[in-house]
């Protein structure tokens, strides 16, 4: 079971990666965002920031849907993110060991070429 001090420890050992101010977490490499407080929109309430749900970055619109449907107790989305290569992870139903994984994996989608071949220099 994952929460978000792990997402804290996992994105800030990646190269590069600022947290951006937020009242949940916010990480970017290069500017782009990469995993972040899922910002829940609820109609006539106020926006509520949510650190039991991540919002990642993935590849592409058919990686999205392999997650959503391959795993539709961990990955969910919303309207608000529909046209985006983007799902949303409840933190409770994954192990520390995906989530790295995941937040990795959603990191080097964002990050410049330049940056991903130190890392991968670094790592072998």
């Not at 949510?50 to 107790?73: N, S």
């Amino acid at each position: 079971m994952a929460d978000s001090d792990d997402i804290r420890r996992i994105a800030l050992a990646l190269p590069h990666v600022a947290e951006i101010e937020s009242n949940g977490f916010d990480f970017r490499v290069a500017d782009k965002g990469f995993v972040w407080s899922y910002p829940e929109r609820r109609p006539g309430k106020p926006r509520v920031i949510r650190t039991d749900v991540a919002v990642l970055f993935v590849g592409d619109e058919a990686e999205k849907q392999a997650l959503l449907l391959g795993e539709p107790e961990v990955f969910f989305t919303t309207p608000g993110y529909d046209g985006w290569p983007l799902v949303m992870l409840w933190l409770a139903r994954v192990d520390v060991a995906r989530l790295e994984e995941l937040v990795t994996d959603a990191w080097r989608m964002r990050a410049p070429d330049v940056i991903l071949d130190d890392y991968d220099a670094a790592a072998h």
